[in-house]
């Protein structure tokens, strides 16, 4: 379409001023098509300078993610050499790691029966102490995990050294009667009943043995009475015989 100055357009409606009415709108329509070309012309300007902006944007951006992907492959085939010698020493740390827990696990498989041995020479009131401790060393099996039969067996060898270093009363039953027993640590254990039994106790091969000596029961009832805060603390005389 030919473009027409608008200063001519207008000089030339001027001129015509006295032109049919038929010019004048045919020139009137002309110049309204000639300002929505050169108003047209100007938004697609416009729209392709913002789309051209939009593009060189994304094209500085592209080109940066270019860069740093460039840097990072760099860096890694820099520190490859170290990457293989940190996953060799994790599998030597691995390999032994392994080792220590298979020894641990043949250590563990043959002290589970010892434990459970000794455990069966344990008083009355230790072995109540222990009692979670036992279940889980006879419910264990050479192939599981040794840490939990582990930590029993050492739990076992602590409560029985706290046992032995001091006096422990415990009521139960001796002879269908019920006493009231002092031990000793785990070295003997005295017993009396509210009558006129008495007696010792001291660790077998299978458990406690018992055996009533009535004879000491009086200097028992004064031990008992120390105790309890009931007397003056003082000398008994009760047996005990060290091996």
């Known amino acids: 379409m030919p473009r027409f100055p608008l200063f001519f357009l207008l000089s030339c409606l001027i001129v015509h001023a006295e032109e049919p009415s038929s010019s004048v709108a045919e ?7 000639i300002v929505d070309v050169q ?5 697609e300007r416009l729209d392709w300078e913002a789309k051209k902006a939009e593009f060189a944007s994304l094209l500085e951006l592209h080109q940066k993610e270019i860069e740093l992907l460039t840097d990072e492959l760099k ?6 050499p170290g990457h293989l010698g940190s996953t060799e020493e994790m599998k030597a740390e691995i390999a032994r790691l392994k080792e220590t827990r298979r020894v641990l696990s043949e250590a563990v498989a043959r002290n589970v029966p010892r434990s459970i041995a000794l455990a069966q020479r344990f008083p009355q009131p230790l072995l109540k102490e222990c ?3 036992i279940i889980t060393l006879k419910e264990w099996k050479a192939d599981q995990e040794p840490r939990n039969a582990l930590q029993s067996i050492l739990t076992l060898i602590t409560k029985a050294q706290q046992f032995n270093r001091r006096i422990t009363r415990h009521p139960e039953v ?17 017993y009396a009943d509210k009558k006129k039994g008495a007696g010792i106790g001291e660790p077998g091969s299978e458990g406690w043995v018992w055996k009533s000596q009535p004879e000491i029961r009086s200097e028992l009832l004064a031990a008992f009475d120390s105790l309890d ?4 603390p003082s000398m008994v005389k009760l047996p005990l015989r060290i091996r």
């Open 27 to 33: 020139l009137r329509e002309t110049i309204s098509k």
């Open 39 to 43: 108003t047209q012309e100007s938004s």
């Open 75 to 80: 860096q890694a085939g820099a520190s490859a």
């Open 131 to 133: 009692e979670i401790e």
């Open 174 to 190: 001796r002879d269908g009667r019920e006493v009231e027993v002092m031990y000793l640590g785990l070295a003997r254990a005295f």
């Open 229 to 232: 805060k009931k007397r003056p």
